[in-house]
């Protein structure tokens, strides 16, 4: 495979019509079945790929026969810059869990990848159903799902595991090359840093989890905390916003109820963690110290995030609560016994206050 790669095919065979990305990856496996060829390899060009690629992934044709699928590592190459890779998936709901640390220089399997450079193996084609790579587009919630991650479900289906090579990466073209550095810059200077350290404990310790106030599109960090183990309750003011969570499997309990009057309503006598995400801007400064004790009261250790300085927002979708009342500072949150940081400048609609307090 090695050798035919190197040396090139005959050109009708890399005569391939211009068309979606999903259309050219099937026939790009279909010329694959109709050759004597015994692997497919897919460089994306948007992407700057090793020059020795094809023996960077071709060498687990010899030393790992088992692997019959394994890309490359890519990252996004909009914030916050992730790895296209996933160590698993909530199949039910379609949420993906994201290779936040990946390991260095392993091969190890994943559920979902970016198919930028990939070596397929031919039984591949051979055993799962045509076709293999297709859109999965939602006319009523208006989401696509890329050719990629159907790819990838359709392999598996067939019995196929997946797999990333770690040991190197095809930096992706935006206006300059996105790659591991800009990954690892931006997420040091993200909540993510405080988020995920020992500090905290949120996801390096992970134990019962209240998460206070979520709306359909709007409940960060659950990928996160689901993929560490976390037990999750949630609990929201906004009856339509509960309702819509009622089915969401990733939470044990969904309490209608509102943080500045819990009254004993939860169905935990105590958290490890109450975690109040964008939620404080949505209180007045009278309102603050009583919702925050509320949570001390309910959990071990709190931890909440809002926008740093002024962030202005009215309703949202109907909901009197997402106005924001308080644009915070940090010394408001110092001033009641927290450990603060910031990030970004204030007045900016990317920049937050994270804050936590252990002892509760």
Same mark, same amino acid.
């Given at each position: %495979?090695?050798?035919?790669?190197?040396?090139?095919?005959?050109?009708?065979?890399?005569?391939?019509?211009?068309?979606? =990305?999903?259309?050219?990856?099937?026939?790009?496996?279909?010329?694959?079945?109709?050759?004597? #060829?015994?692997?497919?390899?897919?460089?994306? %060009?948007?992407?700057?790929?090793? *020059?020795?690629?094809?023996?960077?992934?071709?060498? @687990? /044709?010899? @030393?790992?026969?088992?692997?019959?699928?394994?890309?490359?590592?890519?990252?996004?190459?909009?914030?916050?810059?992730?790895? %296209?890779?996933?160590?698993?998936?909530?199949?039910?709901?379609?949420?993906?869990?994201?290779?936040?640390?990946?390991?260095?220089?392993?091969?190890?399997?994943?559920?979902?990848?970016? =198919? #930028? &450079? %990939?070596?397929?193996?031919?039984? /591949?084609?051979?055993?799962?159903?045509?076709?293999?790579?297709?859109?999965?587009?939602?006319?009523?919630?208006?989401? &696509?799902?890329?050719?990629?991650?159907?790819? #990838?479900?359709?392999?598996?289906? *067939?019995? $196929?595991?997946?797999?990333?090579?770690?040991? $190197?990466?095809?930096?992706?073209?935006?206006?300059?090359?996105?790659?591991?550095?800009?990954?690892?810059?931006?997420?040091? =200077?993200?909540?993510? +840093?405080?988020? +995920?350290?020992?500090?905290?404990?949120?996801?390096?310790?992970?134990?019962?989890?209240?998460?206070?106030?979520?709306?359909?599109?709007?409940?960060?960090?659950?990928?996160?905390?689901?993929?560490?183990? *976390?037990?999750?309750?949630?609990?929201?003011?906004?009856?339509?916003?509960?309702? &819509?969570?009622?089915?969401? @499997?990733?939470?044990? @309990?969904?309490?209608?109820?509102?943080?500045?009057?819990?009254?004993?309503?939860?169905?935990?006598?105590?958290?490890?963690?109450?975690?109040?995400?964008?939620?404080?801007?949505?209180?007045?400064?009278?309102?603050?110290?009583? *919702?925050? +004790?509320?949570?001390?009261?309910?959990?071990?250790?709190?931890?909440?995030? #809002?926008?740093?300085? /002024?962030?202005?927002?009215?309703?949202?979708?109907?909901?009197?609560?997402?106005?924001?009342?308080?644009?915070?500072?940090?010394?408001?949150?110092?001033?009641?016994?927290?450990?603060?940081?910031?990030?970004?400048?204030?007045?900016?609609?990317?920049?937050?206050?994270?804050?936590?307090?252990?002892?509760?």
């Amino acid at each position: %495979m090695i050798a035919i790669a190197q040396r090139g095919l005959h050109k009708q065979w890399l005569r391939v019509p211009q068309h979606r =990305t999903d259309v050219v990856r099937n026939f790009g496996g279909r010329l694959l079945l109709e050759s004597d #060829c015994t692997h497919l390899l897919m460089l994306d %060009m948007d992407h700057r790929h090793p *020059a020795d690629i094809v023996r960077l992934l071709g060498r @687990h /044709v010899q @030393h790992r026969p088992h692997i019959k699928i394994v890309a490359g590592l890519a990252y996004r190459r909009a914030e916050p810059y992730e790895p %296209m890779a996933f160590w698993r998936a909530d199949e039910e709901s379609g949420v993906m869990l994201n290779m936040v640390t990946p390991p260095e220089n392993a091969v190890v399997q994943v559920e979902y990848v970016a =198919t #930028c &450079s %990939m070596l397929i193996a031919r039984e /591949v084609f051979e055993r799962t159903p045509w076709p293999w790579f297709s859109y999965d587009y939602n006319k009523e919630t208006q989401t &696509s799902r890329s050719e990629d991650i159907i790819f #990838c479900e359709n392999v598996r289906r *067939a019995g $196929f595991d997946i797999w990333v090579d770690t040991t $190197f990466s095809s930096p992706h073209l935006t206006e300059r090359w996105i790659d591991q550095n800009d990954y690892k810059a931006y997420m040091a =200077t993200s909540p993510y +840093s405080v988020i +995920s350290s020992e500090e905290v404990g949120l996801l390096s310790n992970p134990g019962s989890v209240l998460y206070v106030g979520a709306r359909p599109g709007g409940i960060a960090w659950i990928p996160e905390l689901v993929a560490v183990g *976390a037990e999750i309750d949630l609990l929201e003011v906004y009856p339509p916003n509960a309702e &819509s969570f009622a089915d969401d @499997h990733r939470l044990a @309990h969904v309490i209608l109820g509102d943080v500045r009057n819990v009254n004993g309503e939860l169905p935990r006598e105590h958290y490890d963690y109450a975690l109040w995400w964008h939620g404080p801007e949505h209180v007045t400064q009278a309102e603050l110290a009583g *919702a925050l +004790s509320n949570l001390e009261q309910a959990a071990e250790t709190v931890v909440i995030g #809002c926008p740093y300085g /002024v962030y202005e927002q009215g309703e949202f979708g109907g909901n009197p609560n997402e106005i924001h009342q308080t644009h915070w500072q940090p010394e408001a949150f110092e001033a009641l016994g927290y450990a603060v940081r910031t990030f970004g400048e204030p007045d900016q609609e990317t920049s937050h206050i994270v804050a936590w307090k252990h002892g509760g």
